[in-house]
Nanobody, 117 residues
């Protein structure tokens, strides 16, 4: 059973930075794509950024372009989300997502990010 475990969330002041990690229980090459989603209270879950595992091509929602960077370390079976210049509106639970070559979808348990002074 594939497991995705997120870490790195926390409380940060506006303008600060955090790096989220998503560690997979196996080789991430079994996945076609991995991504970070977020869900704020009362809001729908939204895609923040995704990355194609084999080629490393990335995609971002407009609201985080230039501030967030998604990357993967194949040797560590881990995907990262570097978040800079954080804003209060970035406050949400962040979830790691993966889809494999059979189109099976996996989710992590989520990690809270709170941006507040």
């Amino acid at each position: 059973q594939v497991q995705l475990v997120e870490s790195g969330g926390g409380l940060v002041q506006p303008g600060g930075s955090l790096r989220l990690s998503c560690a997979a229980s196996g080789n991430i090459f079994v996945f076609k794509t991995m991504a970070w989603y977020r869900q704020a209270p009362g809001m729908q879950r939204e895609l923040v950024a995704d990355i194609i595992i084999s080629g490393g091509v990335t995609n971002y929602v407009d609201s985080v372009k230039g501030r967030f960077t998604i990357s993967r370390d194949i040797s560590k079976n881990t995907v990262y989300l570097q978040m800079n210049s954080l804003k209060p509106e970035d406050t949400a639970v962040y979830y790691c997502y993966a889809v494999n070559v059979l189109s099976a979808i996996f989710w992590g348990q989520g990690t809270q990010v709170t941006v507040s002074s």
